[in-house]
């Protein structure tokens, strides 16, 4: 595993030494040279990795992780750069992550927003997409090359996923870079190895077609196949890059650069999705079926399989110990893109006082001490990446990420966004459609053609046509 590339840092200056001449060191030491690349708007101030830490300063931070559990952790991080910088006051505004998104939309939009905003979407997804075509967020290009930012998120082109054009049709994964990374993510078929063998599987399968075959057998054996959530956007995921292999034409779709939703492989996936709903392979009362519900049916031993997010390792290995495992879902090649990839980013507000001291927090919360901090106590798979130390152990979140690192590396097989970030209404319309189709309502042509004309009439808009 690749470690993260290390920014130096200055020394804390003294408190004697006047604001002004600080400044201007500061500036000399760490800006970027005249010759840096810098895809920022003219009005963006210089970059540095410093600022003056005689001054005190309060920095607003907004989260949609609350107080227990992921959102306790994440506020031992924020107590951890105060330490850091005792100059800083982080004032924290956070909420409960279901509810965030329609408080931060107003919050990001305000006269007086948060000087660093965590986003759940990317792309052309909802907050994210508004936000950086409205000008709200500051360009962070300098800084990822003042602080030496490249390689700490695997290949450079992983952080494409927060980079947005409003100067050329509003292109996403283009143009300046917007945001970093909380977490990373794959999409995972976890397993119970218990029910595995009272079906008769002798190992997770390599491939769809020998997960089908699973899937048969699991049936046989009196045993649910898979958990399913009503939403069945995950499975799409992981069942269109299993068939595709390639990343690239998903992508195309995404990022509405090209490609099409209506491709033979998503046919295909549409119709695999509803011969399993018609095979009986998803439980009872699917339809009705939340996430919650579904994790809580895996978890209790109930069924052999569970499609989520590997932020789901730390309650499967909690859960099942060594009987838990998880595995990608391939094609016959044996390799696919990984659904998912760098998700939930940090941004900062173009209106902040304080984009140094901002910097400074993204840099801090991606480092590579921060990046163990956060593996060990139970965040799932950080952005950035960790040390080897931490990462090579024997726990699920270890076995997902050896999984995740060779194909997030350069010359690996990349990933493919979340399919709703592909147009701002798809948050909702997707799950609506995916069910329609699952209960046979809508063929795989009929289901294909109406998110593709969703995505469609996107991009006409987007272009002013």
């Not at 600022?51 to 951890?80: H, N, P, R």
């Not at 500051?138 to 980079?163: I, K, Q, T």
Request: proline content about 6%; some cysteine; overall charge negative.
């Amino acid at each position: 595993m690749r470690h993260p590339h290390r920014a130096s840092r200055l020394p804390r200056a003294s408190f004697a030494l006047a604001a002004t001449s600080l400044a201007a060191l500061l500036l000399a030491a760490c800006s970027p040279g005249e010759g840096a690349e810098n895809s920022a708007k003219p009005t963006t101030p210089p970059a540095s990795t410093g600022f003056d830490t005689s001054e005190e300063v309060t920095l607003t931070i907004s989260d949609g992780w609350g107080t227990t559990g992921t959102g306790e952790l994440f506020g031992k991080i924020l107590d951890g750069f105060e330490d850091k910088y005792p100059n800083v006051t982080i004032k924290r505004d956070t909420t409960d992550y279901d509810s965030y998104s329609q408080s931060i939309n107003l919050k990001g939009s305000s006269p007086n927003p948060p000087d660093v905003m965590m986003l759940q979407t990317a792309g052309y997804g909802q907050g994210f997409y508004q936000f950086a075509r409205s000008g709200l967020l500051l360009p962070l290009d300098d800084y990822a090359d003042a602080y030496g930012w490249s390689g700490r998120f695997g290949a450079d082109s992983n952080l494409d996923v927060f980079r947005f054009d409003a100067d050329n049709g509003d292109q996403w994964g283009a143009g300046p870079l917007y945001g970093l990374p909380e977490q990373n993510a794959m999409i995972t078929v976890f397993y119970n190895a218990k029910l595995m063998k009272q079906a008769g599987i002798s190992e997770p399968p390599a491939t769809l077609e020998a997960f089908e075959d699973s899937l048969q057998k699991a049936k046989a054996a009196g045993i649910t196949p898979i958990a399913q959530d009503n939403i069945y956007t995950h499975l799409y995921m992981a069942i269109w890059n299993a068939i595709s292999g390639d990343g690239e034409p998903i992508n195309d779709w995404i990022y509405g650069r090209g490609g099409s939703f209506e491709s033979a492989e998503s046919q295909q996936a549409a119709a695999t999705i509803q011969d399993w709903q018609q095979a009986g392979y998803f439980q009872n009362g699917v339809s009705g079926a939340t996430a919650s519900d579904a994790a809580g049916l895996f978890l209790n031993g109930k069924a052999l399989y569970y499609v989520a997010g590997s932020w789901m390792t730390g309650a499967v290995d909690g859960t099942f110990g060594a009987d838990g495992g998880g595995f990608q879902l391939t094609g016959d090649s044996g390799t696919a893109p990984a659904g998912g990839g760098l998700t939930t980013p940090l941004t900062i507000s173009s209106k902040t006082e304080h984009p140094d001291v901002a910097a400074a927090f993204l840099d801090y919360f991606t480092s590579e001490e921060v990046s163990d901090q956060l593996y060990t106590g139970g965040w799932g798979i950080p952005g950035a990446l960790t040390s080897d130390s931490v990462a090579n152990g024997t726990d699920l979140t270890s076995q997902v990420l050896s999984i995740l690192m060779p194909i997030e590396s350069d010359g690996g097989a990349g990933t493919t966004p979340f399919l709703d970030w592909a147009a701002p209404t798809l948050t909702e319309q997707l799950p609506a459609a995916l069910q329609q189709l699952a209960a046979g309502k809508l063929s795989p042509a009929e289901f294909t053609a109406q998110i593709e004309g969703i995505t469609s009439d996107f991009a006409d808009e987007r272009s002013g046509s």
